[in-house]
């Protein structure tokens, strides 16, 4: 799934401050290169102790997700394969749709997935920019777009990665949080939630850049499975 399908913010003007020109990737490599961005999440699954806190928790296989009150979720579901691609949480008026893919193991593929971003929003009649973010360097995106009623918007978002062995977490914000600069009332929350992954990532063999996609939690498997059994014995 590409992030630009997650829900359009309908928003007719939108000032991304801060902005700096997309060109200068060497100066955003050596950002992303200048500290330890996962210092405070996300984290790899050897990194922590999940058994060492009463915190409930949401296991999704490849990532473990720690959610919030008031937190809403939705799944976003390949249906060819039914597999989920990606979570897109909701907190207030702000979003974020977390995806999992591998990543090579020595070298890193943020630059190279920044330029296809940027290429593709221009391509798109958008403006893209790059600017210091809270996991390095954020990928910041104006999409113009058309509402279900044929009215023009803007989607609005942020795009953050952090990388671990063999894994790149990403994260789109949107909304409130997508137009914010920082990290303030608005974005909080989904920077929290961000930055409380956990990454499991397996063994198998996978090509950089390919979707991890997430397994249901058992929970909500079986109730899934109740509810289709209702509706099977309804009809």
Not at 73 to 80: A, K, Y
Not at 146 to 156: E, L, Q, R, S, W
Not at 226 to 232: F, G
């Given at each position: 799934m590409d992030e630009d399908d997650s829900d359009d913010d309908e928003s007719d003007d939108a000032d991304v401050e801060g902005e700096e020109p997309a060109e200068e990737l060497d100066e955003w490599a050596a950002l992303d290169a200048s500290r330890d961005w996962r210092e405070n999440g996300p984290f790899?699954?050897?990194?922590?102790?999940?058994?060492?806190?009463?915190?409930?928790?949401?296991?999704?296989?490849?990532?473990?997700?720690?959610?919030?009150?008031?937190?809403?979720?939705?799944?976003?579901?390949?249906?060819?394969?039914?597999?989920?691609q990606a979570a897109l949480v909701m907190a207030g008026a702000s979003a974020i749709e977390v995806a999992l893919f591998a990543a090579p193991a020595h070298t890193s593929m943020v630059a190279e997935i920044r330029d296809e971003m940027i290429a593709s929003t221009?391509?798109?009649?958008?403006?893209?920019?790059?600017?210091?973010?809270?996991?390095?360097?954020?990928?910041?995106?104006?999409?113009?777009?058309?509402?279900?009623?044929?009215?023009?918007?803007?989607?609005?978002?942020?795009?953050?990665?952090?990388e671990g062995p063999r894994w790149m977490l990403r994260g789109v914000v949107m909304g409130e949080a997508g137009r914010a600069t920082g990290i303030d009332g608005s974005s909080e929350l989904v920077y929290e939630f961000f930055s409380n992954t956990v990454v499991r990532r397996d063994d198998q063999p996978r090509v950089p850049g390919d979707l991890i996609p997430m397994t249901l939690p058992k929970s909500v498997a079986t109730t899934d499975a109740?509810?289709?059994?209702?509706?099977?014995a309804k009809g």
């Open positions: 790899d699954l050897d990194e922590v102790d999940l058994d060492a806190d009463d915190v409930e928790r949401l296991d999704f296989g490849c990532v473990v997700l720690t959610p919030f009150k008031g937190m809403q979720m939705q799944l976003q579901v390949d249906q060819r394969t039914k597999k989920v221009q391509k798109a009649g958008g403006k893209a920019s790059l600017a210091e973010g809270p996991f390095g360097t954020e990928v910041r995106r104006i999409i113009p777009m058309k509402d279900p009623k044929g009215n023009k918007v803007v989607h609005v978002s942020r795009t953050w990665f952090a109740a509810e289709a059994e209702k509706t099977e």
